[in-house]
């Protein structure tokens, strides 16, 4: 029984990263502190 568990384990692991690659990302992409604040002059320039 042990033997089976580990190659199943093993089996769902690999599927597990296989499918996390294919799945689509719906977080957005990390924008740093300073890149915000000069977005946010240049959108109250423009305003301006």
């Known amino acids: ?4 568990k580990k190659m199943n384990d ?3 692991k690999k599927l597990k990263k296989r ?3 294919l ?3 719906n ?3 990390y924008i ?3 890149d915000r604040e000069k ?4 959108e109250q320039q423009t305003q301006d």
Not at 1 to 4: E, G, I, L, V
Not at 39 to 42: D, H, P, R, Y
């Open 39 to 42: 977005i946010a002059l240049e």
């Open 27 to 29: 977080k957005p992409k």
């Open 19 to 21: 499918n996390d690659k």
């Open 1 to 4: 029984m042990n033997r089976k």
């Open 23 to 25: 799945r689509i990302i």
């Open 10 to 12: 093993a089996y769902n």
């Open 32 to 34: 740093s502190k300073a």
